[in-house]
């Protein structure tokens, strides 16, 4: 029952955030971002008592045989935490910025935070794909009516890129489905379902699940995403406005990630084994490629879209590795870099607000001036550059580990991304934050009392779950055991 | 009555209205005044009238017969109204060939 | 049967009343109550026994009291969205009026037909006083035009159409469809007429229903008439249409399902294929919907092409009938304002007044079959129907495409938010009165809600 409100709960106040006229209405959408952050911690705290009693089932389209089926896995919690988490964290951000039309905007964020919970949350194909669609929309209208001055194409080009990968995902949905064979929970006739447990429970063939796999891959990787299908990810994190891009790499990355653990893995084991080292390869392709690429960005902004290919680049090769360290290390790096990537894109956006400019050339010394600013911006920055003691430490040294068991040659070159990625942050960092002051960051103000209120909590985050990330771990643990135990026996079963 | 009917094989029957319904689909996709393309679309609709006959004396079932009556009444009701609507053309074009109908050509 | 006398009075009492000075909004008034009776008439008979009429002539049942009560439905809501276009007429308001009745009349004898001689007359009578009603703007020559190629058009299918019904009637020597049935399904060696004249009708249906490659009357005849019956002839005929012609083919035709579902699997490709690649360089709105129906069309002829499931053919009338209507709705205001119905005449239309420019997308989204929207739930019925029934190809193409239709779908989505109107385009007056608004939003609401529970309407059949 909890589950249901924290899923609906972000719809009904983005309904009723569009009909608030005037200024209250920031307030009142950063209420109910905290109100759901609440009631996510009541369910937390509910997983960790009872995960059963959190799943619920009704009846939606019953000639279809979809029901509204959610459930809270130990993943998907990760998840619904983090989203619960950042989005009161990224309206609050939104706050020194005076939007034109706020209350769609408002309303937007909101409804999109709704439907990322929706995908985390359905254990019901068709609902899943529809949430997976549906968090489509808020995000293309915010990037595209509040975006900066390329977004029309950019946006589109966004849209249209990920409609195509969902769509021969919706082959694949429409294919399982008929698959399944299971008797109707009233009248007992055989009808087929899009329910989760039936679905694992297929006996599909070899060549249907590698096709299967390909076409549910193609969406996810276009998500996260993963090269060759990176094209569209840069333009839009630029032209998008901060919110949007903090929404976009934040969270609705996630989305992919999460399909590959929850959707792909279970049910095409075998395509999954079969094609996980071309997935591997492209994967680490990406991050070297990304990485350098990164280096080259004169645009902040541009710099660390890259830098999110690379990391998620290491992550999706820890996926399809395929072993204990590689998989937990992708979970908690999931969370981690969510946290970190939202603050930087804040920093940046402060950093552009104040003096009108993302170029790193063009800045510099904004550390004498703004010195609050500095010490977060260099707690965030380590935590994404992987130190240790910072969030994303704990997340790249298991994921290293998990590619070295599947294959050290592989991880050799994944662990360039340690490299790369120290060189580009620092590099950002040093140009921006130290050396001299010049015209443009004469007049740079330190940070005021909302961007100290979200930037601390993330800071906070990163070092605290740098030095403590059991718990996560631990949260996640039966998880991933479950998944590994789906993987594996279906593998030993065929040899 | 029956045998005299049956003297003319069916086959024959079913001949000339296809060839007549031909000659009819040619003269609608060839022609480019309106008044002979209709003609032909006339043209079409008693080949079938001519065929229904024949399929209805043949079997001594009289449904058929009777239809030809309904298509013959409706054809007629649409020879009032496309005639119509070929007078609305031609008051406002001066001409009846279909060749100048291109303004919606995108 | 009732529902069918109710209309044809009603259509004759206009004519007739045509004759005295009566207010328009009298006339419209009472086309609205003739409709909402034969409505009620109509529903009176559902889960009944079926009963026949016209010595058998008609037979209504549960399937054609959903279809009819569809195009009545439709109708009313296309009516309700239209006192624009109708304030707009100056002469023989009642005979246009009461042309619409006859044309509801005609596609009631098409839905609820029990023997060919009925199809050819609701045919018939449907589409003459389309021809005229193409041709109702006189002065105009698109409009001429348009008439004169539907009419042409028309009759040739129908005269196709025709000698399709006479070789069946001269294979099974009946005209009744259990006549046919029972001729097809006996098992005896069918002669060759019988499938020439399947084919035939096949030929015929598929002009009537703008089916490629018999669709090429469609956008010039939905481009040159007046808007609203572009919007009458592109949702209202196609439920009426494919009703006939799923009814058709699975009571006459199943059993022989071998002979012609190569065919049907080639014409639904050719369709929406054509559909969407014609529609992708057009740069006026009207035509672009032209072409989406042609598309869509494709869809409901993969509903034929499975033989069954007569519920998702249904719900994807309904639901494309409801997003097409708000969608030309929107367009009439819009070309009214401009004085064209180009993309260029939405830009900005989002500032200059939301409602129109949200209902416009919501309804563009739906056609192009984003999830949340009718248009989606739609699409998944007929698309796993389809993958069930095997044609694995037929469905890869609809997903190609409709990945194409986002395309050209989303160019107007563009242009109403994120183009700016010019300055003389911010001085439009949309003239939209509160009745037009409420309609408009109840059929925004109907879409969204469609989309998410689409059980409503689908598990009637």
Not at chain 1, 37 to 48: E, S
Not at chain 1, 103 to 130: E, H, K, R, T, W
Not at chain 3, 235 to 246: E, L, S
């Amino acid at each position: 029952m909890m589950t249901l409100i924290v899923l609906f709960l972000p719809f009904v106040a983005a309904l009723l955030l569009s009909l608030v006229k005037g200024e209250s209405v920031k307030k009142i959408a950063l209420g109910f971002a905290l109100a759901e952050l609440v009631l996510a911690l009541m369910v937390l705290n509910q997983y960790m008592i009872d995960p059963k009693a959190l799943s619920f089932t009704c009846f939606w389209i019953t000639s279809l045989g979809a029901h509204l089926n959610i459930d809270v896995s130990g993943i998907s919690m990760l998840l619904v935490l983090l989203t619960a988490v950042l989005i009161p964290l990224i309206i609050l951000s939104t706050f020194k910025h005076d939007y034109k039309n706020p209350a769609a905007f408002y309303a937007l964020i909101l409804a999109m935070s709704g439907a990322l919970i929706g995908v985390f949350v359905a254990n019901d194909l068709l609902l899943f794909y529809v949430f997976w669609e549906a968090a489509l929309i808020p995000i293309y209208f915010i990037a595209a009516l509040w975006g900066g001055e390329n977004r029309i194409k950019v946006t589109f080009k966004f849209f249209l890129y990920t409609v195509i990968g969902s769509l021969f995902m919706l082959i694949g949905v429409m294919y399982l489905y008929l698959q399944t064979n299971v008797p109707h929970p009233i009248t007992f006739e055989p009808h087929h379902s899009f329910d989760f447990d039936h679905l694992v429970a297929l006996n599909l063939s070899f060549q249907e699940q590698c096709w299967l796999f390909w076409a549910f891959f193609i969406a996810f990787a276009i998500k996260m995403p993963i090269f060759p299908f990176h094209t569209w990810q840069p333009d839009t994190y630029t032209e998008a406005p901060a919110a949007g891009t903090m929404l976009l790499s934040g969270i609705m990355l996630k989305m992919g990630i999460f399909g590959v653990l929850h959707w792909l893995m279970p049910i095409m084991n075998e395509g999954f084994y079969a094609n996980a080292k071309i997935v591997i390869t492209l994967a680490i392709i990406g991050v070297v490629y990304a990485s350098i690429l990164a280096i080259m960005q004169k645009d902040m902004k541009r710099l660390i879209a890259y830098s999110s290919i690379a990391h998620v680049g290491l992550i999706a090769a820890g996926l399809f590795a395929v072993n204990e360290q590689s998989l937990q290390g992708a979970v908690i790096q999931m969370f981690a870099h969510g946290v970190n990537v939202v603050g930087l894109f804040f920093i940046i956006d402060i950093i552009e607000s104040r003096t009108g400019t993302r170029d790193i050339a063009s800045l510099g010394g904004i550390i004498n001036k703004a010195p609050k600013l500095g010490v977060l911006f260099v707690i965030i920055m380590l935590g994404a550059v992987a130190l240790p003691l910072t969030n994303g430490f704990p997340g790249e040294f298991l994921l290293l580990n998990g590619i070295f068991q599947y294959n050290a040659v592989l991880a050799a070159v994944a662990g360039l991304t340690i490299i790369l990625g120290a060189v580009y942050m620092l590099k950002m960092y040093q140009n921006v934050m130290l050396g001299e002051v010049n015209a443009l960051t004469e007049k740079f103000t330190d940070l005021t009392m909302t961007e100290f209120a979200v930037l601390v909590p993330i800071a906070a985050i990163v070092i605290i779950t740098g030095i403590y990330p059991q718990y996560f771990l631990d949260l996640t643990q039966g998880d991933v055991d479950h998944l590994l135990k789906l993987v594996n026996t279906n593998i030993v079963t065929i040899k | 009555m029956d045998s005299v009917i049956k003297i003319i094989p069916l086959n024959a029957y079913i001949i000339l209205s296809a060839v007549i319904f031909c000659i009819g689909i040619v003269g609608v996709l060839t022609r480019r005044n309106a008044i002979i393309i209709f003609m032909s679309v006339e043209l079409m609709l008693n080949a079938v009238n001519l065929l229904l006959a024949a399929f209805s004396s043949y079997s001594g079932d009289a449904n058929g017969q009777v239809f030809v009556f309904f298509i013959m009444a409706v054809a007629a009701a649409e020879v009032a109204v496309g005639l119509a609507i070929i007078v609305m053309m031609y008051r406002n074009t001066g001409s009846v060939d279909i060749d100048l109908l291109n303004k919606l050509k995108n | 049967m009732i529902t069918l006398v109710i209309l044809a009075l009603v259509g004759l009492f206009l004519m007739i009343a045509g004759l005295f000075d009566i207010s328009r909004k009298a006339v419209f008034g009472v086309a609205m109550t003739g409709m909402v009776a034969a409505l009620a008439g109509n529903l009176y008979m559902w889960d009944k026994v079926p009963m026949a009429y016209f010595n058998r002539m008609i037979l209504i049942d549960n399937y054609d009291v959903a279809f009819i009560t569809a195009v009545l439905g439709v109708s009313m809501f296309l009516f309700l969205l239209s006192e624009n276009y109708f304030g707009k007429i100056q002469n023989y308001l009642t005979e246009h009026y009461a042309l619409y009745m006859f044309s509801l009349v005609g596609m009631i004898a098409m839905i609820s037909f029990n023997n060919l001689v009925m199809l050819f007359i609701g045919i018939e009578i449907l589409s003459v006083s389309l021809y005229i009603l193409a041709g109702s703007e006189k002065n105009n020559l698109s409009s001429n035009e348009a008439s004169l190629k539907y009419f042409l058009m028309g009759a040739f299918a129908t005269g196709i159409l025709l000698m399709g019904i006479t070789l069946i009637y001269g294979a099974s020597g009946s005209f009744y469809l259990s006549g046919i049935e029972q001729y097809f399904t006996s098992g005896n060696e069918l002669s060759p007429i019988a499938y020439i004249g399947m084919f035939l009708v096949l030929v015929g249906m598929s002009f009537k229903v703008s089916v490629a490659p018999f669709h090429f009357w469609t956008p010039d005849v939905y481009d040159g008439s007046p808007t609203f019956v572009t919007a009458f002839m592109s949702t209202v005929v196609k439920i009426a249409g494919f009703a006939a012609f799923f009814k058709l083919f699975y009571i006459c035709f199943s059993s022989v399902i071998h002979y012609w579902v190569e065919v049907v699997s080639v014409l639904v490709i050719l369709t929406v294929t054509i559909g969407a690649m014609t529609a992708i360089t057009q740069k006026s709105v009207k035509r672009l919907l032209a072409y989406s129906s042609v598309s869509h069309a494709g869809y409901m002829l993969m509903v034929v092409l499975v033989g069954a499931d007569a519920d998702n053919l249904m719900f994807y009338v309904v639901a494309y009938s409801i997003s097409s209507i708000v969608a030309f709705s929107v367009l009439m205001l819009v070309q009214e304002a401009a004085g064209n119905a180009e993309i260029t005449s939405f830009e900005g239309l989002a500032k200059v007044n939301p409602l129109l420019g949200f209902a416009m997308t919501v309804s563009m989204l739906s056609l192009a079959g984003i999830p949340l929207t009718a248009g989606f739930m739609a699409k998944v019925y007929i698309l796993t129907s389809v993958f069930n029934a095997g044609h694995g190809i037929v469905v890869l193409v609809a997903i190609l495409t409709a990945m194409v239709g986002i395309y050209y779908y989303f160019k107007v989505i563009i242009a109403i938010y994120f183009k700016t109107a010019t300055e003389e385009r911010k001085l439009f007056t949309y003239n939209s009165s509160s009745l037009f608004k409420i309609v408009l939003f109840i059929g925004i609401i109907a879409i969204i809600v469609l989309g998410i529970c689409p059980d409503i309407i689908h598990n009637l059949i």
